[in-house]
């Protein structure tokens, strides 16, 4: 823990002060050079081809730092203060990305879409004639993917500054609508209004009731024959448990900030499924997801 602690330390310290490595590497160099040319003494060149290579060790680890999302512990908000987190967060375009996947790039955002796009399509479906409904749409990575294909989508969050980097995403599209959530509900959206609703890396940030409460009002906003998809990540995974089990080992001294992913079971999903009125419903199980697709009768 010390360890990682430490690492977090010198992480943040070189974010701040992102040229130091550079000017220390190039520093040394020089002077290595110069003492090369010069004729210093072996004791000399030696200290400085020490020097050296730790500068050149420090300034490799600050390219895989300022790489790296070093998110803040917000350890003063507790695990249901979702739009604070959120917001705190998303403090620029560019940070709502990184929160949003782990990506600062806009193509690499882009890419990381690919997956849960294939996955909603093959597995819930989405049709040229669908009114979709996105829940924690954050920055809209999926949305912006899927909007093309269907007749609206409209995308809902708790956060405004990942909604206001959405807007700028969504700039181009006119089958698209926002929507603020003031809490862990959908409240502000009509009965039968949708045919498609799906919750991507949402899940995992979620309470326990409030997971179960998203479930019910997805139910009520759903048409007819309307399906659900929501994906979290797999307890039963490998990759999962790790997660997991790393937590257990790290975080035990330490308020579980709203971004700490919770794994969830097939089990527990279907069952919000089932007691909230779905049918039809299955677990897909690709890890490290487990996937609950659901049809409303």
């Known amino acids: 823990m010390r360890y990682t602690a430490l690492r977090g ?5 070189i974010r701040k002060h992102r ?3 550079t000017f220390i590497a190039v520093a040394i160099a020089t002077m290595f050079v110069v003492s ?3 004729g210093a003494g072996r004791a000399i060149a030696v200290v400085l081809g020490i020097c050296l290579a730790a500068a050149c060790f420090l300034w490799g680890y600050s390219v895989r730092a300022l790489e790296s999302v070093n998110w803040p512990a917000l350890d003063h908000l507790y695990r249901r203060s979702y739009a604070e987190t959120w917001d705190t967060l998303a403090s620029s375009p560019k940070q709502a990305r990184a929160a949003a996947c782990g990506q600062y790039d806009e193509s690499k955002v882009r890419l990381s879409a690919q997956g849960p796009v294939n996955s909603i399509t093959e597995l819930a479906g989405i049709e040229v004639t669908d009114d979709v409904l996105e829940i924690g749409c954050g ?7 899927l909007a093309p294909r269907c007749k609206q989508w409209t995308g809902v969050d708790i956060s405004m500054n ?7 995403r969504l700039a181009g599209l006119r089958n ?3 929507v603020h959530l003031p809490a862990a509900n959908l409240d502000p959206l009509s009965d039968n209004s949708f045919d498609l609703v799906y919750l991507t890396n949402m899940f995992d940030h979620l309470d326990e009731m409030d997971r179960y409460k998203y479930i019910v009002d997805a139910f009520r906003v759903l048409r007819t024959n309307g399906r659900l998809y929501v994906d979290n990540t797999d307890l039963e995974s490998d990759v999962g448990w790790a997660s997991f089990a790393n937590g257990v080992a790290t975080l035990q001294s330490f308020e579980r900030p709203a971004y700490q992913p919770t794994p969830a079971t097939a089990a527990e999903l279907i069952t919000y499924a089932s007691r909230a009125g779905f049918m039809e419903i299955r677990a897909h199980h690709r890890s490290p997801l487990v996937i609950l697709t659901a049809i409303k009768p």
Do not use: K, N
Request: proline share 4%; hydrophobic share 70%; glycine share 4%.
């Open 9 to 13: 330390i010198i992480a943040s310290f």
């Open 19 to 21: 040229w130091l490595p």
């Open 36 to 38: 090369a040319l010069t």
């Open 139 to 145: 920055v809209a990575r999926i949305g912006l993917e």
């Open 162 to 168: 990942m909604l206001a980097c959405a807007a700028d």
């Open 176 to 178: 698209v609508r926002l």
